[in-house]
Structures are given as C-alpha cells and as structure tokens.
C-alpha cells in the first residue's frame, strides 16, 4: 500500500483520493475551506457505482503535516497552478512521483521546473463530478482517468495506471501525455469554453442550439488539429482522428443529461476561471505552429474577458449606464 | 419642399426626420410609444452639430394619418422588418420612394417583396446617438449618411443624396447599395456583436484587451471578404479594401469615447437585438458563397443565443440551479 498525499481536496481530489483511501491506501489529504466538516463527518461520498463514507478520512490544513509521500495527486484547479509546487513540496522526497490530475495544457512543465520530469505524470479524468455541502461529493456518471508520464517512460506510465485501477478506477494508458491532454481539450475546449460564452449555460443548450452545436463542433475540430500539429512537432507519431473524436465525444455529450462543466459552475459561483490552461495555453501553443484556431481564440477572448469582470477588472453595463445625464438647457 | 413620412420615430428616424423638417420640408413621423410627449413638448435634438427644437412636429399614432408621401424614411429597427410593409403601404402611393434607413443586410429585398424595386433605396447612418427621456435625442458624434439605390441608378441615388445634403446632412453616394450595406457591417458585426457577446460591454473595453481587439479585427476582415465575394457575385467591380477598412474603422472607434453600440443598448434594456440583420442574413449569405466566417458564425451564434435568452426561450443558470437535492439516506 502506497501513502499518498492528495493536494487540493475539491471534488476530483476528495473522489479520486476517496477511492484510493476505500481501496486501502494511506491516504491524506490538503483540505484547506471544508476542514472542519471533513474532520466533523468525515468525507461522503454518493456514487452512481456505490457511494461509500471515510469517516477517519486524514485531513490536514498545512501541507507541512502530510509527510512525504510515494505518490502526490496534485487535484487542484489550474488557476492555482502558480502555488501548486510550494505546496506539493513539503510532500516531496527524492522518490516521491507527481501526478498533475488537472485540466488544461502546460500543468506537468510547469511543475517540471520544480521537480525531476521524470518523477512527473499527468492524469485527466473524464467525470461528471460535483461538491455537495463541505465534506459531500456527488459522483453523476463516467469516472475513467487518462494517464500519462511527462518523459512519456511506458514503465512509469504503468506504474500509475497500476495505481488507479487497484481502486477499481477505470484507467486507461494514453499513447503518451501530449495525446491525452489534447483529446481532452476536445471536449473541454468547446463545452467548457461555450458554457460560459453562453453567459451560463448547460451542455444540452450547446447541443440543441444549431448555431452553439456549429460553433462548437468547429472548435473541436479546431483543437484536434492544433494537437495533431503538436504531437507532430513534438515528433510523436500518434494522432487525434478528427472524425472520430468527433462522432464520440458528441455521442457521448448527447448521453449525460444538462451537464454543467466545472468552468460553469466556478463562472456562477463567482470562482476563478480556468481560462489559461483550458484555453489561452492551447490557443498560444496553436499560434506558435501556424494552426489556424480563430473558434479558440473567440472562447479564449470571451472567457478571459468573463474572468476580467469577475475579478472587477472590467464592468458590465447595467441600465443604469443608459441613462444620459439630463441636459442643463 | 417634399412630404416625407418617417416610419419609425426612435432615435435615428427622429434625428435624420427632425433636420428634414428643419430644412422645411412636410414631414410627418409616425410616433407609437412616445406619442404624448412629443405632442406635449415637441421634439428636442441636442446635437454637437446644434440643438434645435420642432415645438409643433407632426406626429401620427397610425401610418394612415400621414397621407401619401413623397418620400418614405423607414427607420425601424431591423428586427420589425415583418411588419414594415404593412406601415409603410398607407403612405406608399405609385410615386412614393422608399428608403430604408435601417441596420444590417436585406432590408431592400425584404421591402422590394411589396413595393417596385426601382423605387426602393437603402441608406445606412453613420452616427453616434441616443434616446433620451421621451421626445429627446442626444445627436453625440458623427452624422454622415451612405446611400444607395436597389437597382444602382445613379439618377436615382442622386435623389436621396440631393434630399439629404439639402437639409445640411452629410451624404456619401456610395458604389453601390451592396456595396454600402457591407461597407457598414464591417463596423457592425465585430463592434455591435462582441458588445452583447461579451456580455455588455461598450467600445473601449474590446479595444483595449488584446484578445477581444485581435477577435474584432479579425471578424472584420472576415465581413470584408464576405462583402466582396458578394460584390463579384453580382457582377460589381466594387470592393472592400481591407487594410484600409481596417485601419479607418479602428481609427474612427479609437476616437470615439467608450460609445455603446445600438445592440449592447437593446441587450441592457430587454429590448430585441437586431441579431438576424447584422448577423445571421451576412453569415448566411457568406455560407451561400463558400467563405470561411467562423468569427462571424461565433459571433451569430452567442448573440442569437443572448436574444433567446433575453425572450425567455432559455435560460442561464444562477447559483440556485447548483444546489444538488440533498441525499436522503
């Protein structure tokens, strides 16, 4: 049994580092908001493969308390990426394995320029997965991670689908990292980038709406290309098939019900946005190849600009605004 | 001095219809939701270019009251071009000309489904200017007025111009009626859609971020392309420069204050978006003709979108719709 310390206890870290502490591992976890509801009632979890309950779950506030671990699970969302490293570190001894189970294109060279690439791996998880209250995580449907090694070593590389499937996680070996980080952009990018373009909206409006269903199918089509042109230039020899990453991932959108992409539901609840690993790192890895992307960079515009005014940094108009100042004549 | 109805008594139709009757000549608005004030208190115009006041404006309730015209001035919103004929046919006598002074693509034709196309006439303004309190207009930059012929006779254009230039409105003849309405689309689908696309937002704001700038000036080249397409279409030497399109409309939005676009004013008031003339009639048309669109089509697709959800046909998720039912067990 491996100790594994679980940075970022959101709702992939509290799922994922659920299923492995459930299958026996020593399991610890960062929690930093909902701590005190974690170590009140432990963490629940309500699954539609069987919802089970850790109620001595190991949470800890400081990083420092966790130990140093065989394998850090690094779950937290990308826009922390800048502090990711300061917090995984207290964890890290020299043979300690880190894997960066986030969204977005850039997460595994970012930690690489703290720790050895080849101890770094990169995990996508395609779940439909919400919090509930503090302490409660509600698991809808999917569950199935992409795995990968940055130095894409296959023994490595196993060595952490090993892992995931002694917790019975459905985990498949991506031809190599690269690959499976830009297949997920495919879907991440036109239904996480349109859901909140949308002002807020769910999958089945994109899906139902000619013009949304368009636009989105034209972006994925985008970003298949863009990671063609990347695994090309990379000299990797695998390629997205654009038609079938096509046909499967709307077949797969038009299965789930309304489902809110983790970049709406941080858009409503006024949290920020992944927009730079989802987008903007994508969009300027598309630019330095020449690829034309211009569905991307309409996503990455809007969606940075939503971030914006999130932030106050830019105001929307209101009616108020409309008003002319009544003349003085 | 002519009888010239105006169809349509909002900003537009009130300030190109007020320096009409300035001028002397019989106008008669057709006035529905401010009536009152305008037969209470006239119709005031603060212009840059001179206030003025029209105490005893001929104001109308129904088109059937204003009585043949000679010239008719159609400037309603493009989303009420269904019911513009039915407006405009009790003025229309044999001889009656009729000019559209409205935004977006295929208003011409639409008019041209009911009255002789050699009497039809397009003009597009180019002007900053609002409603005020109920029979006020704030005229605040610009002014000049392209117009154009639907069958391109230059003895006619010359009519509209001479009518126009006659009551000290600055009027530009354009190369053709084609070629004028893409003329202005090049300014209106970049700056009026990404004004509603980004939520509400005015001029400033996609002029100083990089990526809503980048976005406005590539959809714009992309109208240029569109319209010139169609230009060769129909059989027109005509064409869009595009680098000089570019560098005048952007030098011309730099200049303005943080202006409002007519369609980020319909979006914070509630009020229908001209969503199919400024953008689906010229993307439908570019699909027609082959051209690559995709930031038109993006831009189509958010704002129809935003005016379906502004008519209640969908609706965006507030913090209430993430609440997840609480588990029974």
């Given at each position: 049994m491996a100790r594994i310390a679980v940075i970022g206890a959101g709702a992939v870290g509290g799922y994922y580092g659920g299923r492995l502490a459930l299958a026996g591992h020593d399991v610890r976890f960062l929690v930093r908001s909902d701590y005190a509801a974690w170590k009140a009632r432990g963490l629940r979890v309500f699954s539609k493969d069987g919802d089970f309950t850790l109620p001595d779950v190991q949470a800890f506030r400081d990083p420092a308390e966790l130990g140093t671990a065989d394998w850090v699970i690094c779950a937290l969302k990308a826009t922390a990426i800048d502090e990711a490293a300061d917090l995984i570190a207290p964890c890290?001894?020299?043979?300690?394995?880190?894997?960066?189970?986030?969204?977005?294109?850039?997460?595994?060279?970012?930690?690489?320029?703290?720790?050895?690439?080849?101890?770094i791996f990169?995990?996508?998880?395609?779940?439909?997965i919400n919090r509930g209250e503090p302490g409660v995580i509600h698991h809808l449907e999917y569950g199935r991670v992409?795995?990968?090694?940055?130095?894409?070593?296959?023994?490595?590389?196993?060595?952490l689908a090993e892992l995931f499937r002694g917790a019975g996680i459905e985990t498949v070996i991506a031809p190599n990292l690269r690959y499976a980080r830009w297949e997920k952009l495919?879907?991440?990018?036109?239904?996480?980038?349109?859901?909140?373009?949308?002002?807020?909206?769910?999958?089945?409006?994109?899906?139902?709406?000619?013009e949304l269903r368009a636009f989105a199918e034209g972006a994925m089509r985008e970003v298949v290309r863009a990671g063609n042109a990347d695994l090309a230039a990379a000299g990797s020899e695998a390629r997205l098939d654009e038609e079938d990453v096509v046909r499967r991932m709307f077949a797969q959108t038009e299965a789930m019900a309304d489902y809110r992409t983790s970049m709406v539901i941080?858009?409503?609840?006024?949290?920020?946005?992944?927009?730079?690993?989802?987008?903007?790192?994508?969009?300027?890895r598309a630019r330095e190849l020449a690829v034309q992307v211009p569905r991307m960079e309409a996503l990455y515009a809007l969606v940075r600009h939503a971030d914006l005014a999130r932030r106050g940094e830019r105001r929307l108009l209101t009616p108020e605004d409309l008003r002319l100042p009544e003349s003085v004549v």
């Open positions: 890290a001894g020299p043979e300690t394995r880190i894997a960066a189970l986030m969204n977005g294109l850039g997460n595994e060279q970012r930690l690489a320029e703290r720790f050895p690439a080849r101890r990169g995990a996508m998880a395609f779940v439909c992409s795995v990968g090694h940055l130095e894409d070593d296959p023994a490595e590389t196993a060595l495919c879907w991440n990018v036109p239904f996480n980038g349109l859901s909140v373009a949308g002002g807020g909206i769910g999958t089945r409006t994109i899906l139902e709406d000619r941080d858009l409503v609840l006024g949290r920020p946005l992944e927009a730079e690993a989802i987008l903007g790192n994508p969009v300027r």
